[in-house]
């Protein structure tokens, strides 16, 4: 059966719920709320009435809220995707993960946390803590995190297939740290926009990684032809390359696209 978009205004949010039966919230399998207002500040009642109308609750996507008062252990348990975007987070609020004999979001296994600026460090420490089983992790234009964040991340969580750190102070540290923890999970990898992202960076990518399937070098200043050279080793499972506003040479991308035959190769001014 077709899924239906269904626009609810309640208290303030627009909330949109994918809904396959026809009637609010009974057996939803995807809600997004996002803020209709400057300050969207949904409540734990909220959630609650969320979870108690659809206890099965897969997907759930928060865009601009404020979740000051809203504890991590309010959200529907059941969730296996969880996304909370261009939103405002406590600096507290995932400490709960790392507190001995709590299980929160138990069968959670992709963490969206895009252009939620207060993600830091100590975030990521606890979600690596608490969440083994990621296989998906989107921390784009989170700027508050450094290497150290991402070396618990990737030391932390074997599964993860999916890591996306666009905009952010990707460097030779952190692109050691992935690959050395996640040479034999990782598939895709974006690192786009990222400012520290070298020549160095994307040799290593490449000899390190050899399963990667999609990578996204997009608006990296600091590649070479050079760089972009070494991405002919992946011509065995690479099927996805955005070389868009790079300062890739004309001549460099006919040798990609004539050593990668099967990968799909974005380059857009």
Known sequence: MALVLIPIPICGLSIFVFNTVGYVF??????IVAGAVPSCTPTVSFFADVADRSPRL???HLIEVNLTNVPLDALPSSLKSLAITDSFLPFSWFVPLSVLGTTILPHLKELDLSKSSKTSDGDLGHIARAWTELSVLKLNHCYRMTAKGLQSVAEGLHKLEVLEVAGTTCDDVCIHHIC????????RLNVAECLRFTDGCVGTVASLLP???SLDVSKCPRLTDEGFRSLTHLNASLRYLNVSSTAIGSDTLAQLRSSLSTCEIVCET
């Open 58 to 60: 897969s997907h759930l």
């Open 180 to 187: 050395r923890n996640l040479a034999t999970t990782l598939r």
């Open 211 to 213: 399963g990667l399937r």
């Open 26 to 31: 009974e057996n939803v399998n995807f809600v």
